[in-house]
C-alpha cells in the first residue's frame, strides 16, 4: 500500500497562472481532506469531501476548488495563482467519519508563488 | 471563536523527559489529537484522548481533562530521533480538527 501519495512534490507559480493538485489514496478511505500549513499557524483546512462525488468548503476555501470524481482522488485547483497561495499543502484521508478515525497524510506539495 | 494554544518551541536532553501541554477552547468537543511532524515532512497520528486520564503508549503518554480544556503529551527516554514538532488538534462538533500551531522540539546530546 502506498497510503497518500501527492503530485507534485514541488512546484513554482507565477501570479495568475493555474495548476491543479493531485491527491490519491489506496486505503479505501470516504473521507480526504486539503489542508494548507503556514509558519506559525496550524494547518488550516480548504476542503473536504465525505464521499465520491461530494466536496465542501472547509476554513479557508477562497481562491481554491476541487473536485472528487473518482473515490480515491482528490483535486485541489488554483485558477489564478497569488502570492498569499505560497505554502505547504497536505492532503489527508481517513476511513470514515467517525471521531476515532485517524487521518493519514500525504507527503505535502511546496507552491511557490511569485 | 475557536482555540488552541501550544508553545512555540521547547529544549530538552537526551535521555530526559518532557511535557507537551496543549489548552484548548472549541464549539464541542469529540476528542484531542497529538500527531508529530517531522521537519519537511507529513504529520503522523500518535495519540487520541476523549475521556479525562492518561493513555500510555510505549515511550509516550498522553492526558486529557476535558474540564480543563486541557492536555499534554508526555515524551520518556527522549531520544535525537524525537525532534519534530508536536500538533495538537481537537475535533469538534462537526467532526471537523481543528489544530495548534504545534511544538518545536529540540532534543540536545
Known amino acids: 500500500n502506498a497510503g497518500v501519495t501527492q503530485t507534485p512534490k514541488f512546484r513554482v507559480l507565477k501570479t495568475g497562472q493555474s495548476m491543479t493538485l493531485l491527491c490519491a489514496q489506496d486505503m479505501n478511505h470516504e473521507y480526504m481532506y486539503w489542508y494548507r500549513q503556514d509558519p506559525g499557524m496550524g494547518l488550516r483546512l480548504i476542503h473536504y469531501?465525505?464521499?465520491?462525488?461530494?466536496?465542501a468548503k472547509g476554513e479557508v476555501p477562497d481562491g481554491y476548488n476541487v473536485s472528487r470524481l473518482k473515490k480515491q482522488n482528490f483535486l485541489l485547483g488554483l485558477e489564478s495563482a497569488a502570492p498569499s497561495q505560497t505554502s505547504v499543502y497536505f492532503c489527508?484521508?481517513?476511513?470514515?467519519?467517525?471521531?476515532?478515525?485517524?487521518?493519514?497524510f500525504g507527503p505535502g506539495t511546496r507552491l511557490t508563488v511569485l | 471563536g475557536q482555540n488552541i494554544d501550544q508553545p512555540t518551541e521547547m529544549t530538552a536532553t537526551e535521555g530526559a523527559i518532557v511535557q507537551i501541554n496543549c489548552t484548548y477552547q472549541t464549539s464541542g468537543f469529540n476528542g484531542l489529537f497529538w500527531y508529530q511532524q517531522h521537519a519537511g515532512e507529513a504529520p503522523t497520528f500518535l495519540s487520541y484522548?476523549?475521556l479525562d486520564g492518561l493513555e500510555e503508549k510505549g515511550r509516550f503518554s498522553s492526558f486529557l481533562s476535558r474540564s480543563k480544556g486541557y492536555s499534554y503529551l508526555l515524551l520518556k527516554e527522549l531520544q535525537m530521533k524525537d525532534s519534530a514538532s508536536y500538533l495538537c488538534?481537537?475535533?469538534?462538533?462537526?467532526?471537523?480538527?481543528?489544530w495548534g500551531a504545534g511544538t518545536k522540539l529540540i532534543i540536545k546530546p
Open positions: 469531501s465525505v464521499g465520491e462525488g461530494t466536496t
Open positions: 489527508a484521508s481517513k476511513e470514515r467519519g467517525e471521531a476515532t478515525d485517524t487521518q493519514y
Open positions: 488538534a481537537v475535533m469538534d462538533s462537526n467532526y471537523q480538527l481543528i
Open positions: 484522548n476523549v
